[in-house]
Structures are given as structure tokens and as C-alpha cells.
Nanobody, 120 residues
Framework: QTQLMESGGGVAQPGGSLTLSCSASESFYRILIMGWHRQVPGKEREMVAQVSDSGRAMYAESVKGRFTVSRDNDKNTVSLQMNFLRPEDTAVYYC??????????????WGQGTQVTVSS
């Protein structure tokens, strides 16, 4: 089973920055969307940022202007640059790939998550 591997989580102070990265253990026929979601205990997982294969990016309202998502189609990686971090950004961040096969079958692939903690 394809695995997505995240890196870059950790602890940052309010106003600080962190960069998350995600790569896949194998290649896909086509990766439609690469993105990041996050979850805190007791709440549903929410989309943070995602980018399509055409380069169109979408962001949650709470992170607009602070986070930037980017993808490298040659390396099948996606990154999330997080600036001006706030305590409410504290969560487990998950990488997600939405892929399509040659038979046009869609699949979702998730990473295991990386903890981001924003605290002084």
C-alpha cells in the first residue's frame, strides 16, 4: 500500500514559522490534488490547504495569507509553508493525495500525521 511520509512538524512560538513536506513511497498515474488537513482532539479533520494538478490552490479561511501550499510534480511532493503561526494552529497535520488511475478510478491516500504545536 502506498504510503505518504510527512516531515517538518514540531514546536514553534506564536508568530513563528514551520514548513511541512510530504512525499509518496511510489509513483501514481496521476495526482489530481495534493493537500494538507489537520485535526485536534474532539474535532473533525479539516482541510487546511490543497493544490490541484493545474496549480490552483485553495485555503481554509483561517490560514489565508499565512500559509502557502506548493507541489513539485516531478518529485511528487507537496509542502506547506506556515508563517505567523497561532496557538489555534496546533493540531496533527495530515498529508493527502487524491489520485486517478489509468482506468479513471479515484483514490485517496493519507499520511500518518505530524504534530504541530504552537506555544510560547
Amino acid at each position: 500500500q502506498t504510503q505518504l511520509m510527512e516531515s517538518g512538524g514540531g514546536v514553534a512560538q506564536p508568530g513563528g514559522s514551520l514548513t511541512l513536506s510530504c512525499s509518496a513511497s511510489e509513483s501514481f498515474y496521476r495526482i489530481l490534488i495534493m493537500g494538507w488537513h489537520r485535526q485536534v482532539p474532539g474535532k473533525e479533520r479539516e482541510m487546511v490547504a490543497q493544490v490541484s494538478d493545474s496549480g490552483r490552490a485553495m485555503y481554509a479561511e483561517s490560514v489565508k495569507g499565512r500559509f502557502t501550499v506548493s507541489r513539485d510534480n516531478d518529485k511528487n511532493t507537496v509542502s506547506l509553508q506556515m508563517n505567523f503561526l497561532r496557538p489555534e494552529d496546533t493540531a496533527v497535520y495530515y498529508c493527502k493525495f487524491n489520485t486517478s488511475s489509468a482506468e479513471n478510478e479515484s483514490s485517496n491516500h493519507w499520511g500518518q500525521g505530524t504534530q504541530v504545536t504552537v506555544s510560547s
